[in-house]
């Protein structure tokens, strides 16, 4: 798994109802969003700022959220060293508000299917599996304010596990993630990442921010934001 997709999606995500999770609260997101699309950039940083090439792009993605504060759909776009671009959509449903399964596809089928289990307001585990039986056991903690701030992942192919990770986010007061802790345990690879050269809008949500390892001081990416609200 793309170790800076792990990353992006763990950064990214008050709500209408106050005692029950959702996406804005899990990922740390503060107003009605009703679309946010972020393009992740590869590191371009010289003569002490961020050169922004749009040909650098890496990936795209935007969330889509209903009303409730809880993210509906999913349009994520990759593109690789030709900028050939690869479009998946997920689109999520519901139970009680709380998101309940999802079904990725392309423009041509169902490529993965991925189901809930809320053990508690805060802990959920996630179970998917995609065409080629690859299968993929998640779980995540949220604090009592329904934010994310632990979790992990195991990959399994043909029942042999090829893949585990977990993460701890380091917050801020206002549950703004500081640092990213992040332990691939079957590299044994370990990284703590910092959110870094960041920029906001005047709901606090970041609007451009870079990845940067404290480890190696490599800057994995740049990322903008774009952000629309409910009226």
């Known amino acids: 798994m ?22 804005l609260k899990e990922y740390g997101f503060f107003g ?6 972020t393009t992740k950039f590869s590191a371009m940083f010289k003569d002490g700022e961020w050169k922004i ?36 959509v997920f689109d999520f449903n519901f139970k009680n508000d709380r998101k309940e399964h999802y079904i990725k596809s ?11 289990d809320w053990l ?5 585990e996630l179970i998917s599996v995609d065409n080629n039986g690859i299968k993929n056991e998640s ?29 701890v986010n380091t917050l801020d007061k206002n549950g703004e993630i500081l640092f990213l802790n992040m332990d691939y345990i079957t590299s044994g ?9 960041k920029e906001f809008d005047e709901q606090n949500n970041m609007t451009k921010f870079s990845l940067k390892s404290v480890e190696s001081n490599q800057v994995y990416s ?5 952000i629309e609200y409910y009226e």
Do not use: C, W
């Not at 170790?3 to 109802?17: E, P, V, W």
């Open 189 to 197: 690879f370990n990284d703590k990442i910092a959110i870094s050269d």
């Open 2 to 23: 793309n170790r800076t997709l792990i990353i992006f999606f763990l950064i990214s995500i008050s709500a209408i109802s106050q005692n029950n999770p959702t996406d």
């Open 32 to 37: 009605k969003i009703k679309k946010m699309t």
């Open 120 to 124: 508690s307001p805060y802990k959920y």
């Open 222 to 226: 740049f990322n903008v934001r774009e």
């Open 53 to 88: 090439d749009s040909n650098q792009i890496e990936s795209k993605i935007i969330f889509e959220f209903n009303k409730v504060g809880n993210i509906e759909r999913t349009v994520e776009f990759t593109y690789d060293e030709n900028n050939h671009i690869t479009k998946n």
């Open 139 to 167: 779980y995540s903690y949220l604090n009592n304010d329904f934010r994310d701030i632990s979790g992990g992942t195991k990959r399994f192919e043909n029942d042999s596990l090829t893949f585990e990770f977990k993460y």
């Open 106 to 116: 392309d423009s041509t089928r169902i490529l993965e299917r991925g189901k809930y």
